[in-house]
């Protein structure tokens, strides 16, 4: 993990001396995409060589085992403040802003009236909820577990 006493809180703090010898483990999608570490990379003029790719379920587990440094995550993920991760401010403003909301179908709102089950929690209510981010360039991300899967608008 980045240790507080590098002073590293921002992406272009990696561009310091100090962090020239930290360990990536970027998650494969991350490593590929065209608007992941290749852009990143460029956007900031990061010096780091290409990483080999890490399968992210378990970035989590190899940055807590200190066997890399720096992963690729989503800022939201419970699993930032479980394993007391500092996320590092985008002050490129690299990244597109993502905004989530909630969504039901309308059909199960008018199911659970006619059931009488307005305003439950039911197990099947929660079923029907699905997050959904928008990346401000077309895309929308729809989820019911926590695992992202894009979509594009109008699906």
């Keep these: 993990m980045v240790h507080a006493a590098l002073g590293i809180t921002r992406i272009s703090d990696l561009l310091q001396p100090a962090a020239q010898g930290l360990r990536l483990g970027l998650s494969h999608e991350f490593l590929e995409r065209g608007d992941g570490w290749p852009a990143l990379k460029a956007a900031y003029k990061l010096p780091f060589a290409s990483a080999g790719g890490l399968d992210h379920g378990i970035a989590y587990d190899a940055i807590s085992a200190g066997r890399v440094d720096l992963i690729d995550i989503y800022a939201t993920d419970a699993k930032v403040g479980?394993?007391?991760?500092?996320?590092?401010?985008?002050?490129?403003?690299?990244?597109?802003?993502?905004?989530?909301?909630?969504?039901?179908?309308?059909?199960?709102?008018?199911?659970?009236?006619?059931?009488?089950?307005?305003?439950?929690?039911?197990?099947?209510?929660?079923?029907a909820i699905t997050w959904c981010r928008h990346d401000g360039n077309g895309t929308w991300d729809w989820d019911r577990t926590g695992a992202p899967r894009t979509a594009e608008r109008g699906s």
Excluded at 87 to 99: H, I, N, T
């Design 82 to 127: 479980r394993y007391k991760l500092r996320v590092l401010a985008d002050d490129l403003g690299f990244f597109p802003k993502y905004d989530a909301v909630l969504l039901m179908r309308r059909s199960v709102d008018a199911g659970f009236c006619r059931a009488g089950s307005c305003g439950s929690r039911s197990r099947s209510s929660r079923a």
